[in-house]
Structures are given as C-alpha cells and as structure tokens.
C-alpha cells in the first residue's frame, strides 16, 4: 500500500515536469538547478489538492508524497487543505494516513512532528487528533499487543506533552497496563510538564510515574516526581522549580 502510494505521488510528480536525480530533483523548467526535498515539497505539494481528484484521493496522493519526500512541509499543506473553504478533508482518510505512517516501521519523525505541533498544540483540534491516532484505538492496542500498534502507540503518547490532561488521562492509564509502553509514557508525562503548551494535573501524573516499571537511573525520573508532588503544572509557569528539584535530587 505505502510503495504503491509513492510510486504514484512519483509518477504525478512527473507529470509536473519534476523528477529524481542521483542527488536530489530537477524540473523541465530548470534541469540544471539541483533541487532539495524540501523545495519540490514547498513548490508542489500545495498543488495536489487542486488535482481534479475525489478528496479522498488528494489525500492519499498527498501522504504518498509525504513517504517520497519525507518532508514535515507536506503534512502542513494536508492541513492547510483540511482548513480551507473546500474542507475538511474526508477524515476516514485523513487519519487512515496518520495512523498508517505512525505504525510503519521507519523514521517518521516528519509525522511525529505534524502531531506535536500543528494537531496537539491546537486546542481546537487536538482532542479530535488524539482520539483518531490513538485513543479510539488504546483498548485494541492493549487486546492486540502487535509490534505495529505498540510503535503507533509509542510514538503518539511521547509528542502528546500538549494534549490537555482531561483527553489524555484515560489513555495514559490504559497505557499503564503495557509494560512496552511505560518508558513512553514516562517521556509523555515528562513532556506535559516541560513543553510550552504541555498540560497535566500533577497529582494524576504522580499516580500514574508511581506505577511505571523504569530503571531506577531513568534520567530525569526523580526531578520529575519531585516537582509534580510539589504541585507544580508545567516548567514555564514556575520555572525554579525543576532547578530546585534538581539540586534537591543530587
């Protein structure tokens, strides 16, 4: 599924005139100016969604060129299409294409990074994002258990520093039951606390550190459980406190 999506973002490329070379892109406009990824993904990708094209093939044409390109550029132009007048873009599609990426046994981090900072940190979208990525799916996930859904689930608790605590916290205690899993949640939590726009209630956060299975040398853990039994919500609205902790914890 994911070659036969970037054989055909290739060949649509192609007929833009644009093609891959031993180090990098060319286009029959300018075959001898050598282009990067990130430039083809700036000048075209945009233009995938003015194909004339049932939607939900747009979109699966658009994370065909975001596997060719890998580039984090093309993951805002699926955004941006999903928030123009013409949107929202089929969801079904849309996340099929999150999710399927997130599992992929590869570097994602161009995905990873769209989830972070484009679909977590808006609160207007985030509770949605997080569901279609991994809560709708966390109960699966624990049933299952295969290498595929545990990588999803791994990579989307550990951006998820920005999703409000009240649509994660179920996930994260489901996530407790998964032994795989509680490294990762232990940078999720971590990650709530010291992102700008990270969210947690420390209390709750507490609770669930305490039933993680880490190495007791796991570096950060205890600063970690020091300010959240303080009380303190997140590193930028006290910001001597990680440093206290840290003093304390030597």
Known sequence: MEMQAVEAARRWLADQGVHQVRDGWVSDEKPDVLLTANQVAHSWAGDVFAEDLDPTEQVRLAFG????LDEYWVTCE?????ENADGPLPADALWDGYRQRLEADRDVEAVTYSLWVDWFEDHATSATAFAEVLGNDIDRVVAERSEALL?????VVECSGPVRWTVKESTYRTVVRLPALHAALFRGIRASYHDVYGDLE???????LDQLDLPTNTRHLAELRHVLAAGHKNHYRSPDAWADAVLSCS
């Open 78 to 82: 699926i955004r941006f299409a999903n």
């Open 151 to 155: 990588r999803r689930a791994r990579r």
């Open 65 to 68: 060129l975001l596997d060719l």
């Open 202 to 208: 420390p209390a709750a956060a507490l609770a669930l």
